[in-house]
């Protein structure tokens, strides 16, 4: 009996120990100092299944790259408040995803990101990936990613395309596109549905659907764009209750 009461007390001691190792964490970063690191790419590496990374107020001169993670938050302290603007050593300023590495379930949201080299947020090879109340000031770029939601986000200024995906499947609901020379734009065997966005002042087409892809648009509103809706190649389209007035 005694031997038995002891391997059930090891055996509880030792659950509670993976209980608080794994345990979701909240590590903040800080250009101050006063949280737990300085660098976003930091406190990311360090970062376990589950926990959230808060980044504090400030201008952040640093890239980040995202892959090889699963459950992982990382918010701003506002849209405003937080703006990463990149080092200038590679294209764009986030990824999520590196090949051949991909990242999963993965949530950003209240910051800012500028562009580099035309891009800002690259996704590639991921899977559940929700980018929220962001403002991305340049493209964003999704290559073979799936159930990718982007929600209440502000995204302009591209040379190019304001969002831009190839053979991934997304979710575009309640963002502002603007300002680009294309709004959207989904290649290859995409599959892609746009719900109550406004895009607007974009040089050419709003949305250029192509390839073999399928878009979905609901109650969107495209105004002031070079042009409306294109659907070229083998591409299908279902659209209703959206709002395509002649350029202005």
Not at 16 to 30: D, M
Not at 185 to 208: M, P, Y
Request: a negative charge; charged letters at 15%.
């Amino acid at each position: 009996m005694a031997m038995l009461c002891g391997f059930l007390n090891a055996g509880l001691s030792v659950a509670g120990a993976e209980t608080s190792v794994l345990a979701p964490r909240t590590i903040t970063v800080a250009l101050d100092g006063s949280g737990d690191f300085s660098s976003i790419q930091e406190a990311v590496d360090s970062a376990l299944k589950g926990d959230t990374v808060f980044i504090k107020a400030g201008v952040y001169a640093q890239d980040l790259t995202i892959h090889s993670k699963e459950k992982l938050t990382i918010v701003g302290a506002g849209v405003d408040k937080v703006i990463l603007l990149g080092q200038g050593q590679m294209v764009g300023v986030l990824h999520v995803g590196k090949w051949p590495y991909g990242a999963m379930d993965i949530e950003i949201s209240n910051l800012t990101i500028n562009e580099h080299g035309g891009h800002a947020l690259g996704i590639f090879n991921g899977h559940r990936i929700t980018l929220r109340r962001l403002h991305v000031k340049g493209m964003v770029f999704g290559q073979q990613v799936h159930d990718v939601r982007i929600e209440d986000c502000v995204i302009g200024g591209s040379e190019t395309t304001g969002v831009h995906f190839s053979d991934s499947q997304a979710l575009l609901i309640g963002n502002v596109i603007h300002d680009n020379d294309h709004g959207v734009n989904a290649t290859g065997k995409s599959s892609v549905r746009l719900e109550r966005n406004i895009i607007t002042r974009n040089l050419f087409e709003a949305v250029v659907i192509s390839d073999q892809a399928k878009g979905v648009l609901i109650n969107n509103t495209l105004v002031k764009n070079g042009g409306g809706a294109a659907f070229l190649g083998s591409s299908t389209i279902e659209a209703s209750g959206n709002i395509l007035p002649s350029r202005i």
